[in-house]
């Protein structure tokens, strides 16, 4: 039977959540009473959490696995998931249950009212430092005074896509992918639904030093927006100005003034290594979207899979 609802889980180290996750996500989608099936994206784990998924799947065959060849990322393994689901609805989630399965219920309750994106609103996060809670609020403040789409606040992944929703997705085919702004873009009815975050069951969080979050930061700004390179023209407009008003005050010191209060190295040194550090900022932006550019260029795909359980081999 073709499932109405598609769970899909991006995995990765998480083999003590995974019959906790199955338990608790099967117990829902009986009491919502549609047919469901549960995709596990195996992202390269390096404990037996493909193995567990396998057994759940020996178990149950709407559960479904992906397990790639390597770690790929949580954005190409949600996508992956999205490639693999069949239901006319997704749900895309966290493997550790902090997103709980038990909000579910009102998220398809709002896509039956016509809504084609449900998004979880987070009241409170237990369990999170105050180094996340504070860089996360001023992340998502300044990509949505940066980019030309609306991001809803103090959201993650964690929300219910509609199929018109997914395939439009999937029509996008860029390499650095940032799906919290790119469902935002696609448009269609959204809404938000609010809910607590639970800290996780089990395990290690993945995403909580600044080497993770800085790269994630930067693939949500160049991915939808042109503020740093604007930055940087801006940057050079005022150090041109800056510079205009140095050489009209040198130039009156000379001609009015008495003896030479700039004379020495250290103002040069001074000029110069600013100038060189403003030139080494810009190219660096500039840089950072010619990567992606190359990255496009180069075509490769996003993952390859070293194994699957409930889909034929293609």
Known sequence: M?????????????????????????????????????????????????????????????VKGV?????????????????????????????????????????????????????????????????????????????????????????????LVDRRVVDAILRMPERNRFLRGMVPWVGYKQIGVTYERAARFAGDAKFTSIGKMLPFAVDAITGFSYFPLQLATYLGFVIAAISGLAILFVVTLRLFGS??????????????????GVQLISLGIIGEYLGRIYDEVKGRPLYLVDEKWGYEER
Do not use: C
């Open 2 to 62: 073709k499932p109405t609802i598609s769970i899909i889980s991006p995995v990765y180290n998480e083999e003590a959540v995974l019959p906790e996750l199955y338990r608790r996500v099967s117990k829902v989608m009986e009491e919502i009473g549609e047919p469901w099936e549960l995709v596990l994206v195996n992202d390269g784990s390096r404990d037996n959490s493909a193995q567990v998924i396998a057994e759940l799947h020996a178990q149950d065959a709407r």
């Open 259 to 276: 003896g030479d209060p700039l004379m020495g190295q250290a103002t040069t040194l001074v000029a110069v290594l600013f100038l060189g």
């Open 67 to 159: 397990s790639f060849s390597r770690n790929f990322g949580f954005q190409v393994a949600a996508t992956a998931g999205l490639e693999h689901a069949q239901g006319d609805a997704v749900i895309l989630t966290d493997a550790d249950l902090q997103d709980p399965p038990e909000v579910y219920p009102k998220m398809v309750a709002k896509w039956r009212e016509g809504y084609d994106v449900v998004y979880g609103v987070r009241e409170s996060r237990e369990g999170e430092t105050w180094f996340k809670l504070v860089t996360a609020k001023a992340f998502y403040r300044l990509i949505q005074r940066i980019t030309t789409i609306n991001i809803p606040l103090d959201t993650g992944d964690f929300r």
